[in-house]
Structures are given as C-alpha cells and as structure tokens.
C-alpha cells in the first residue's frame, strides 16, 4: 500500500509541474492580445463606434463574439449611422453621459488635447506598455505612427486605425496615355520641358489616328476635398513642395507659405505657357469628377492624353465593362524635375488618421485594461483582417501565391467569398480601427498580369515606384503636430480662407484673368493681409513644441 502511495505522489507532483511550465510558457508569449484566463471571470465593456450601413448589428456580430471569447469580455455596444456619428460623439461627450471605451469613434488631435486635458479622456501610455505588445510592435515599425499621436506633454491619448494604401501616400499623379506615347514615338518625359513637347506632339500629331483634332492633351477636376486632380497640384511640385492642404513647407526649421515666393511664380509662369498654348483643356480647373470621367470615357474613342488624380481607375473608370479597355492604356508620370532641379510629389505618408480608439474617465482598471487588449487584438495581422475583410473572409493562401507587391501572399478571400461590398454583414465591424501596414495591405493575392482587372493592384503598386523616393524630406515638410485648441478654430477659419486665395488666383494666373507681371505684388500682399502671420506663428509654435 505504501508503495503505490508513493507512486501517485509521484505522478502528482509531475502533474503541477507541467501545469505550472505551461502556465509560464503562456504568460511569457511577447505577442499575447491577452486571452482569457479561463477563470470563467467575465469583464463589462460598453462601447461607441460608428456603424456602417451594411454592417447589420455590432453586439450580435462574428467580430464581437471572437473577440469577447478570445478576451474573456462582453462588450456592450453603442453606435450611430457612420455619416453621423461625430455629431453623435460630440453629443455623449457634452451630456456626459458617455461610455468606457471609443471603439471606432473619431477623435482630431485638437479633440484628444481638449478631452485630454479635462480629463475625460485618459492616458494609453502605462496601459500600452503593461497591455499592448503588438501596438508597441506597430510603434517600431512605423516610428511616425508614435510620432504622430503623441501630444507635446508625451502623452498618448488615442490610437488610430491606419490603412497602408502605398499608392495613397503620394495622391497628386498624372496619368498619361501611354499607347500615345508609342504612337508618337517618344519616351516618358522626365522634366518639364520634355513634358511639354510631348503635350504638344498630342495636340498636333492626331495620336488616337481618327483624323480629327479632337485631343485633349491635359485635363483635370476640382474637389472641395482635395486638389488631387487639379494639373496645378503634379506640375507645381517640379517647382516648389506643394501640399494643397495648406500649402506650407520649412524653411530653416520655421513653418513657411510656398505660393507667395518666387519658386511659386516661375511654376504658374510654367503651367500659364501651356495653358496659352491649348495644351491644359478649358474645363480642367472647373469641372468635377464626374466631368472628366466623361472625357476619358468618351464612347466615340480615346480623346484624353493624360489626366491628375490618385489613381487611373477613378477616371477611366476601370470597374465599367469598356470594349476597349482603355484603362490600363495610362501609366503614371514620374515627378517631373524643373528648371531649377526641384522634382518632389506630394506626400501623405507621414501623416496620422484621426484616433479611433479611446478610453474614458467612466472605464475601471478592469475595464480599461480589456478595452486596450482589444486595440492591441485589432493592431495584429489576424485581427486587422477580422474587421477589413470579415472573421469568414479570408483564409492563409497556398505557398506560392504571391501578394501585390510579389513578396508571398499573407491572405486570400476563400472560395465562394461574396464579392458584392454592399451586401449587408455582421462578420466585421468595417469602422476603420485596425492597423495594417503596408506589407500586410499588399498581402492579399493578386493576379500578376497588369493587363486584366484582378492585376490593376499590382499596376498601381509598380506605377507608385516612380513617386516613392520624391517625397519631400523632413526637413522640407511640415511634420504631423498637434494645434493648440485655444487657436484651433481660428487656425481652420485662417486655413480655410488662405487655400481658397491661393488656389483661386493660382487658376486666374493660369487662364490670363490675371496678369503675373502687373498683378503678383498685389496677390501676395493680400495673403498677408488676411493675418498669414498669425497664422504662421501658431503653426511655430506648435512646431516649437513638437521639438
């Protein structure tokens, strides 16, 4: 009897040490989001987040449940329609009434300063640090990010859902046609004046070969949202920096306007000279979207040599059943280098989202430590994808299926996947709060073969290669910084009246309304009449703080 009671006592105590070298192996794993211990413990969160229309509920949703069963959670949410839901956010926050956690919500730095400093939304810093190993992760690898959402006091108050579209990064390109060239003969311009001579060779040499001079070498579209599409955009930047969102460089470490200097008038006189010479169509600084998909689609034949915008399937609108295909017909132009040897692009690479996510005063320790392990689940490539692509909508990929950017894929969509993306789900959330770097956003299978629909991702990765490397560097651009909130709206008022000024007398020069002989002294004295000091000053300051 003795004997075999020594037996079990030894078999016993194997037992707990293989239970407790299991427990230790768990707790040590560097990337764990926190799974649930399995203490049956279960923590409250309640929740805001916008809500797409397709997206049928949140708290019955494949998302939620994986991550409330992954995380030991039950989350709570409350949404609004996704058109509405600042107005919504602003509202809960102004009663009071407001809950834990902001899982999909929409904070600008001048929000996370302003709730920061009452309090009402509180520090990530220590909890990201105990709670968010892929967070600090993303932090490594993208050291703007961090940069970004750090407020001059070093505190994080809010993460950001960030989305690395490559091509996004450098929005202001031209696209030419590039069967045109070959019919003409020429090559890829590569300065301004090569640029010209091409633009001209189109306008007189009939390239579509219909016996009309129908060709519109250069066109283009306003927005109220950006100036993506204005030719004034691509062309200025083999001039000076241009960054249409507020048209402001360094200079010597202090913040400075661009279109009042004389780099700004060589660059009109430049773009004026093709204007007058019929090269840049009429419509292009008036017309929309909509306008210039018109043009390029024209059902008559190819009439546009080369258009502004983010990408060519905007345009020549890649996803309508064309005979001729003329969409993959245009390739992107390179940035050009002028006269003076500048040849930059415009850049949005730096630049951080507005915070998604937040904590508030309401949430416990409990509360807040669940909230962050969400944002630290939603920071990995697994849980990024739950919400890009849906829980059931993407799968590991065979070995040798390779991404966008011909690296080995990291996902695919399974078979049978719906492809209609705007019939209703409730597999995702779709809010915008993930992190997918750029690797991961071009990890999805892709067809190579550029000349088909399922490859134009790859195109527009390839064409983006022309761009990458113009970025202007950190010494020329105005670094991502956080606006005091007491000179905020001032600022956006300034902001908004200054852009306006310039991008309005930009065209009157282009198109002879005004002269830049006779009328430039008068123009720039009226942007420093509308307080460009003031204005400048609490830029400084904020980038004084930066520092």
């Known amino acids: 009897m003795k004997k075999n009671s020594s037996k079990w006592l030894i078999v016993l105590i194997a037992v707990v040490m293989v239970m407790t070298a299991c427990s230790k192996n768990k707790d040590s794993n560097p990337t764990s989001t926190g799974e649930s211990t399995g203490t049956g413990k279960t923590t409250k969160l309640t929740a805001f987040s916008e809500q797409p229309a397709r997206i049928s509920s949140y708290n019955d ?5 994986k991550i409330e ?7 709570d949410f409350q949404t609004a329609p996704s058109e509405g839901a600042k107005d919504k956010q602003n509202l809960i926050l102004a009663s009071g009434d407001y809950p834990a956690a902001f899982i999909g919500g929409d904070f600008s730095k001048v929000d996370q300063l302003k709730y920061g400093a009452l309090g009402v939304l509180v520090p990530l810093n ?8 892929n967070i600090k992760k993303a932090f490594v690898e993208n050291p703007s990010l961090k940069a970004g959402i750090t407020t001059p006091d070093g505190k994080i108050y809010a993460l950001p859902g960030l989305d690395g579209c490559w091509h996004c990064y450098w929005p202001a390109k031209s696209w030419i046609n590039e069967d045109w060239l070959k019919v003409l003969n020429m090559d890829m311009p590569t300065t301004t004046e090569e640029y010209e001579k091409v633009l001209l060779a189109m306008k007189n040499n009939d390239p579509n070969k219909n016996g009309k001079a129908d060709e519109v070498p250069l066109s283009g579209y306003t927005s109220t949202g950006s100036d993506w599409g204005n030719p004034i955009t691509f062309l200025m930047n083999a001039f000076v920096y241009t960054d249409p969102s507020n048209y402001l460089k360094l200079d010597n470490g ?3 306007l661009v279109a009042d200097n004389e780099e700004w008038k060589q660059g009109l006189t430049y773009i004026k000279g093709l204007y007058d010479k019929g090269l840049i169509d009429q419509q292009a600084f008036t017309q929309n ?4 998909q018109k043009t390029a ?8 040599g080369d258009f502004g915008d983010l990408w060519n399937g905007d345009i020549v609108t890649i996803y309508e059943e064309a005979v001729d295909q003329r969409w993959n017909q245009y390739v992107a132009v390179p940035p050009l280098k002028g006269p003076n040897g500048a040849q930059f692009s415009t850049y949005n690479g730096y630049r951080v989202p507005n ?9 416990s320790k409990e509360q807040a430590i669940a909230a962050i392990k969400v944002a630290d689940y939603l920071y990995t490539m697994e849980g990024a994808l739950d919400n890009f692509q849906g829980v059931d909508g993407w799968v590991v990929p065979k070995e040798e299926q390779v991404g966008t950017n011909g690296k080995p894929a990291l996902y695919t969509n399974p078979e049978g996947a719906a492809t209609d993306w705007d019939a209703p789900t409730k597999t995702q959330w779709e809010n915008g709060f993930y992190y997918m770097p750029i690797d991961l956003f071009h990890g999805r299978v892709s067809s190579q073969d550029m000349e088909v629909q399922e490859g134009n991702e790859v195109r527009l990765y390839n064409e983006n290669l022309k761009y990458s490397g113009h970025e202007p560097a950190e010494d020329v651009r105005l670094p991502d910084i956080f606006i005091n909130p007491d000179a905020a709206q001032s600022v956006a008022e300034m902001s908004t009246v200054i852009n306006a000024y310039i991008k309005q007398n930009a065209v009157s020069f282009v198109i002879g309304q005004k002269d830049l002989n006779k009328d430039w002294d008068a123009y720039v004295k009226g942007i420093q009449d509308m307080d ?5 000053k609490v830029y400084q300051d904020a980038l004084d703080s930066y520092k």
């Open 126 to 133: 220590d909890l990201i640090e105990e709670y968010g190993p």
């Open 297 to 304: 689609m024209n059902p008559d034949g190819v009439i546009l």
């Open 532 to 536: 460009a000091a003031k204005y400048l």
């Open 254 to 256: 202090k913040a400075d």
């Open 61 to 65: 949703n494949l998302l939620t449940q």
């Open 289 to 292: 979207m909509e306008g210039l």
């Open 69 to 75: 069963k992954k995380l030991g959670i039950d989350i």
């Open 355 to 363: 915070g998604k996510f937040a904590i508030t005063d309401k949430a």
